[in-house]
């Protein structure tokens, strides 16, 4: 037998195969039961449900608490990268040990820390209450990353670049700021993009401290109908938000496959 041949039909027995599993498992599954504890009819009805909240509410609050958490991590990265490049040994030193500890850290245990840890043994009362020091610890651990990724950036704009801008008369300051930083970011778009989705991912992490009834993310709230509500003792609010967060972050993935397809079409 021939190897294409051979490979062809180890295809066909595959999809054979998966196929026959597919149809198998829809026999056997009890789909009243799935329905009844997976999407349950009056979680899911559009008058009385939880759609209204879950949108109005829950995903709002995730969208706002991830601009939030972003832009204050971008604004921290760049900080970070450039004392990360700084030709003071000290800086450069800080920098280091700042990004390797917080990305060493699951972001969990920076929200516990920020949230009630460091409020019980200090006595500090964050801004927005516990939500405010979610956002914090979100934008510790985020700029901690970006920082990296713009470094990376920097580093990738061609040295000529600031050596003309040098050579036309711009200090090190306008250069970096005017010249080198804009090409950098460029270059970043799609790797922070990613960051951003994974961000809505995380906000998921502020559902730990807890949060008053408006400023509930999607996980917070999706427990709290778990719990209490329409649809108590099933999983249809968590089946509900894991939609919303696909409905969110799916454009975004498809965004940072398209922004990086451009930049290799550039590149070529």
Do not use: C, H
Not at 88 to 103: K, Q
Not at 225 to 240: D, E, H, K, M, R
Request: charge should be positive; glycine fraction near 10%; charged fraction near 15%.
């Amino acid at each position: 037998m021939k190897r294409s041949t051979r490979s062809r039909l180890v295809r066909y027995g595959v999809n054979l195969a998966v196929v026959a599993a597919i149809v198998g498992l829809t026999l056997v599954v009890d789909w009243g039961e799935v329905r009844r504890n997976f999407w349950n009819p009056a979680g899911v009805a559009l008058d009385g449900g939880n759609w209204g909240e879950l949108i109005t509410v829950g995903a709002v609050n995730t969208v706002k608490y991830t601009a939030i958490a972003f832009v204050g991590g971008l604004v921290l990265a760049v900080v970070l990268a450039l004392l990360r490049l700084s030709p003071i040994a000290t800086l450069r030193w800080l920098a280091t040990v700042y990004i390797e500890f917080f990305r060493g850290l699951p972001a969990l245990i920076v929200i516990i820390f920020m949230g009630f840890g460091l409020p019980i043994a200090v006595g500090w009362r964050p801004p927005g209450g516990v939500v405010g020091a979610g956002l914090i610890a979100l934008i510790m651990v985020a700029g901690a990353y970006m920082a990296e990724t713009l470094r990376a950036g920097i580093q990738a704009v061609p040295k000529g670049q600031a050596e003309a801008a040098r050579s036309l008369g711009m200090s090190s300051g306008a250069t970096m700021f005017k010249v080198v930083l804009p090409q950098a970011f460029r270059v970043v778009i799609p790797p922070l993009t990613n960051e951003f989705v994974l961000l809505i991912k995380d906000t998921a992490l502020l559902s730990v401290i807890g949060a008053a009834v408006g400023q509930r993310e999607l996980t917070t709230m999706a427990r709290d109908f778990q719990s209490s509500g329409v649809s108590a003792g099933t999983a249809t609010s968590l089946i509900q938000a894991a939609l919303l967060y696909l409905v969110i972050t799916i454009p975004l993935t498809q965004l940072v496959a398209w922004q990086e397809r451009r930049q290799r079409k550039a590149t070529r």
